[in-house]
């Protein structure tokens, strides 16, 4: 599947996977986070939801464009981007809708391709075939986990006395050969990020001890580590209006005036975007500034200068 996926690829977008086994970590509100912030940043940006059950990256796009609409600020407000759901298949046969839906997917990414710069992936948590043909495609991967050994447990164990990590687990031999895959076939190479999410606000012996783990965990597997999102109500209270912590908020979008809990969680958004290290269209930046000069322009009043000529 992936020999096939990969020739009917144009290789013309960055694919970005958000991915882990384990659910609730985080993953959707991530990938919109992860999009809204490209989008800011000038690129053109595609989403794509594996999970057709829960369709919670569906359900956030959604929930933006009809806040966009209702606010009437979509054309200079709230961005959205390109959206596919993969559809599952609903015949009797295991292998037939194995192929619907590997179809779904690779034409979604063909589709988005042709006119964006990157596509974000949102994945199930669960271990499927979507998921693993996912993991293969992936030139970046990103993991989150939140701060507990449950979740790291995905990845690898560790010695209850010491706290040393023993062995790796299931999902790390999943990327492993997802990577092994990849590179059999274009030569490619998967820049993997393991994120921790929903870290607490206050220090502890257990954060401590998790950040051992993953760096030991890195250094034997392969990834890189990142600090993520905290533990934060309002990127709970984003979802309804489709919203995040790095669109322009305001009382017409928010509702309310933003706090400096609002603040902090943009700066970890866009600590998150260039801890990533993702190849940016240059020209799209381009496009992104002169847009926001605009915006601003716009909204200034006219001097009498600007009305009355020389």
């Known amino acids: 599947m992936l020999v096939q996926a990969s020739a009917r690829r144009s290789a013309s977008a960055h ?22 912030a490209l989008m800011n940043f000038g690129q053109r940006v595609a989403t794509i939801d594996l999970d057709s059950r829960q369709k919670s990256l569906t359900h956030y796009v959604e929930n933006r464009r009809a806040w966009a609409n209702r606010c009437n600020n979509g054309l200079n407000g709230l961005k959205v981007p390109e959206h596919f759901c993969v559809a599952r298949g609903s015949t ?6 194995e192929a619907i839906e590997f179809t779904g997917l690779v034409d979604a990414i063909a589709a988005a391709e042709r ?32 701060d507990s050994y449950i979740d790291l447990d995905v990845i690898g164990s560790v010695d209850p ?5 023993t062995r790796e687990n299931h999902y790390a031999h999943m990327v492993r050969e997802a990577r092994l895959q990849r590179r059999m076939v274009d030569q490619a190479k998967m820049d993997w990020v393991v994120m921790r999410n929903r870290l607490s606000l206050v220090g502890s012996r257990n954060r401590e001890r998790i950040a051992k783990g993953l760096a030991e965990l890195a250094m034997r597997i392969g990834f890189r580590t990142a600090d ?82 020389d």
């Open 15 to 36: 694919v970005i996977v958000v991915g882990n086994e384990k659910g609730g970590t985080g993953k959707s509100t991530i990938a919109m986070h992860l999009a809204v």
């Open 92 to 97: 009797r046969k295991v292998e037939e809708n």
């Open 115 to 146: 006119a964006q710069d990157f596509v974000v992936i949102d994945t199930a948590g669960a271990d499927n075939h979507l998921t693993r043909l996912a993991h293969s495609l992936a030139d970046t991967l990103i993991t989150p986990l939140n």
């Open 161 to 165: 006395l010491t706290f040393a990590v």
């Open 228 to 309: 993520g999102l905290a533990e934060r109500v309002i990127y709970r209270e984003f979802f309804p209006r489709g919203l995040t912590a790095v669109d322009k908020l305001d009382e017409k979008t928010l509702g309310s005036q933003p706090s400096l809990s609002h603040v902090a969680a943009r700066q970890e958004v866009m600590g998150l975007v260039a801890t990533l290290r993702l190849p940016l269209d240059e020209r799209g930046q381009q496009r992104a500034v002169a847009h926001a000069e605009w915006v601003a322009a716009r909204d200034k009043p006219l001097e009498m200068s600007d009305v009355i000529g």
